[in-house]
């Protein structure tokens, strides 16, 4: 079974830093995009980046650039997205999801269970 | 940055049909915005449902299609259930992807 299992909820203080992790099972991890998107209470998904685990082709969207890092240790099959300075603001769910881009066809399936991350002083 | 946009909330009959809209601020979505949309219950992760305009997934119910209409990607749900009382959202890739405000479809 293909899954995306993401690591569990974290409580964090403003200028704390944070590291959340999606490891990936049941497919060949390297040849598939790890997307990451945030949702903030009651609000709709934001995406945020996506890296290509095989080469590390990283590409964030503009609202995020540079207030997160993406990254991939593919020896393990694990996708991270870390915070350096939290802020009350980075409180939110977030969730990692496999991509495929392919000359036609382009998907995302299926979705991690989703990260809580809290940021609270 | 680009903008999509959705209608902010559908009502629906059990039985009846409606269509959901995703717009770009770039222009008219065409097939190279790869247009994908998604399925989200509370509490729960978002399901994909349709991916490049109008491809389903093995588990998509038969009454979703996707397809474009009017410059925009649309995602049509016939015969709705109740059970496809959710929020919907699209997700198109225009110099890099970017979701859509989402649609929160009422079944009543």
């Known amino acids: 079974e293909v899954q995306l299992v993401q690591s569990g909820p974290e409580v964090k203080e403003p200028g704390e830093s944070l590291r959340i992790s999606c490891k990936g099972s049941?497919?060949?991890?390297?040849?598939?995009?790890i997307g990451w998107a945030r949702q903030m209470p009651g609000r709709g998904l934001e995406w945020m980046g996506i890296?290509?685990?095989?080469?590390?082709?990283?590409r964030y969207s503009p609202s995020f650039q540079g207030q997160v890092t993406i990254s991939v240790d593919k020896s393990i099959s694990t996708a991270y997205l870390q915070w350096n300075t939290l802020k009350a603001s980075d409180s939110a769910m977030f969730y990692c999801?496999?991509?495929?881009?392919?000359?036609?066809?382009?998907?995302?399936?299926?979705w991690g269970q989703g990260t809580l991350v809290t940021v609270s002083s | 940055q680009t903008v999509v946009t959705q209608e902010p909330s559908l009502t629906v009959s059990p039985g009846g049909t409606v269509t959901l809209t995703c717009a770009s601020s770039?222009?008219?979505?065409?097939?190279?915005?790869?247009a994908n949309w998604f399925q989200q219950k509370p509490g729960q992760a978002p399901r994909a449902l349709i991916y490049?305009?109008?491809n389903t997934h093995s588990w998509t119910p038969a009454r979703f299609s996707g397809s474009l209409l009017g410059g925009k990607a649309a995602l049509t749900l016939s015969d709705v259930q109740p059970e496809d009382e959710a929020d919907y959202y699209c997700?198109?890739?225009?110099?890099?992807?970017?979701f859509g405000g989402g649609t929160k479809l009422t079944v009543l």
């Open positions: 770039t222009g008219a979505v065409g097939i190279g915005y790869y």
């Open positions: 049941g497919y060949s991890f390297s040849r598939y995009w």
């Open positions: 890296i290509y685990p095989d080469d590390s082709d990283t």
């Open positions: 999801v496999r991509g495929f881009s392919g000359y036609n066809s382009r998907w995302f399936d299926p």
């Open positions: 490049s305009t109008n």
């Open positions: 997700l198109l890739d225009y110099a890099g992807w970017v």
